[in-house]
Structures are given as C-alpha cells and as structure tokens.
C-alpha cells in the first residue's frame, strides 16, 4: 500500500464506548478519505479532508467525526459506537491531479 | 457521476484473456471511467482509467466504445492473483476531492 498505515487493524469494541481510527500516510498527499465496507453495499464514503482541518461530509456521515490537524493523520472517530457500525474500514488518499484513490489495508472493526 | 452497469460474477480459466465489462450508457462527455480491483480483505487498488481513447499499462488493457456507452477492461493473460472484485467507475475530473462511488462491481474467478 503507497505509504498508508491504518491502526489498528482489528478492534473489539462494546455499544457505546467512544473509538478511534487512525490513518497515517508518508505520501504528503493533500486529500484523505474514510470508506466503510458492508457486504452488499460496496464501499461508501463516510467523510474526507482536503487539508489540515478542512474537512467535509461524504454519504453516510451521521455518528462519525473526523479531524486533521496534520497533514499526514486523519483520524475517524465514533463517539459512541453502535452495532451498525460493525464494519470494514478503509483509509484512502489522493493528490487531486486526477481522481486516482489508494487505499490502505483497512481496520475490522466489530461492535458487540 | 454517471450510472455503471456490471456483471455480479465472471469466470475465466487461468492463463487466458479475462474481459471484464461495464455499460455507462449515461456517461457525459467530460466523465472518465476508472477501474479498481479489490482482493479479498485488501483495500481497493486502482487499474486504469480513460476518457475516450483506448488505454493500455502494465496491468491491463481498457477499450472504450466509440459512443462511450459501454467498456471493457482486459486482463491478457489472468492469473489466480487476478481473482478480485472489479469495479468499473465513472466520473468527471474535478480537480478536487476524488469522492468515488463504489458500486458492488464483478467478482472475477481465476481457475486453473
């Protein structure tokens, strides 16, 4: 994966505790992105940066909170995480000069 | 972005010539299409992409109907690494934030 590190790779979590994922990238690429993955839904965008604390909604924004304030770290928060958020995580990121995504190894993360 | 069209599953005997399609028959003149692959559990890679003109690189060949309705990705000689989901995506360029919609694509299957 082009310089991107997602952390952790697998969480156990219980309903209603707060959790955060972490994307890292050593690419200096200006956008950033958090995709969910459910099966028989595809991958679907949740929230993406297009610098250090600009960020924007994506489709399926409600129960998540994002922050960048570095340009390699973008972080996806739960604040309080339920069963619907039990999901494959992905972390993507881009130049801009076309529309070329690359996407990091992804965080499993279950919700009991 | 305009509408894609693929199969659910495909398969292709190992060693020969793997043809993926997608119909986008509302594609607008400014819209490429992209294609990614995605391999078991792994995040999304990205192929190749074009406008109008047929495109070839190291992984694969892309050929875009004259009228843009329709395409196909072409991988030469598949192999058993090649079996993947396939997503065939269309969209303008915006310069901007590359927020890609990812339908749930073809399962391509690589046997010997």
């Known amino acids: 994966d082009a310089g991107i590190t997602q952390s952790p790779r697998h969480k156990v979590t219980e309903t209603g505790t707060p959790v955060t994922l972490r994307c890292h990238q050593t690419?200096?690429?200006?956008?950033m992105y958090w995709y969910r993955q459910d099966p028989g839904h595809g991958l679907r965008l949740i929230h993406y940066?297009?610098?250090?604390?600009?960020?924007d909604k994506g489709e399926v924004s409600d129960g998540y909170s994002v922050s960048r304030s570095k340009t390699e770290d973008f972080l996806l928060t739960l604040e309080s995480a339920t069963s619907s958020q039990t999901s494959v995580y992905f972390c993507?990121?881009?130049?801009?000069?076309?529309?070329?995504?690359?996407f990091g190894s992804g965080t499993q993360l279950s919700v009991l | 972005d305009a509408k894609t069209t693929q199969p659910t599953s495909m398969d292709c005997a190992e060693g020969r010539a793997a043809n993926l399609p997608c119909n986008h028959s509302?594609?607008?003149?400014?819209?490429?299409v992209y294609w990614y692959r995605q391999i078991h559990s792994q995040g999304p890679q990205y192929i190749i992409h074009?406008?109008?003109n047929n495109e070839t690189n190291e992984m694969a060949s892309l050929i875009i109907t004259e009228d843009r309705k329709s395409s196909t990705l072409i991988l030469p000689h598949a192999t058993l690494r090649d079996t993947a989901v396939y997503y065939c995506?269309?969209?303008?360029?915006?310069?901007?934030?590359?927020?890609?919609?990812f339908g749930t694509g073809t399962r391509l299957q690589v046997t010997l």
């Open positions: 993507a990121i881009s130049e801009g000069s076309n529309e070329k995504l690359f």
């Open positions: 690419e200096n690429h200006r956008y």
């Open positions: 940066s297009y610098g250090v604390k600009d960020t």
């Open positions: 509302t594609i607008s003149g400014n819209e490429y």
């Open positions: 074009g406008l109008k």
């Open positions: 995506i269309v969209r303008a360029y915006t310069g901007t934030a590359s927020k890609l919609t």
